[in-house]
């Protein structure tokens, strides 16, 4: 099992910036990917951006060059800085880890960025 707490999420102006972070707990050694996805209301859950065990990274188009995913072993935790937020990267962020023990998800923290 692994448990995945978020944090960070809250209300900033366009143009603000927001770091959230994501504490894995648990079986850290089974997971090979992790990610941020969102959802905002009335759509669905969507990949921001990944990180995988080697380091590589990937991004959706509508956050490349304003958002940074990064981890840090030592914490077990992982990190997406959004810079330049925009009125539509307004969703509920969720934390995602997975590997051969499955697919785990956190709990998720609204992000909202007023124009």
């Known amino acids: 099992q692994v448990q995945l707490v978020e944090s960070g999420g809250g209300l900033v102006q366009a143009g603000g910036s927001l770091r959230l972070s994501c504490a894995a707990s648990?079986?850290?050694?089974?997971?090979?990917?992790m990610g941020w996805y969102r959802q905002a209301l009335g759509l669905q859950r969507e990949l921001v951006a990944a990180?995988?065990?080697?380091?590589?990274?990937n991004y959706a188009d509508s956050v490349k060059g304003r958002f940074t995913i990064s981890r840090d072993n030592a914490k077990n935790t992982m990190y997406l800085q959004m810079n330049s937020l925009k009125p539509e990267d307004t969703a509920v962020y969720y934390c995602?880890?997975?590997?051969?023990?499955?697919?785990?998800w956190g709990q998720g923290t609204q992000v909202t960025v007023s124009s």
């Open positions: 648990g079986s850290i050694g089974s997971i090979n990917v």
């Open positions: 995602n880890a997975g590997g051969y023990l499955g697919d785990y």
């Open positions: 990180i995988f065990s080697g380091g590589s990274t």
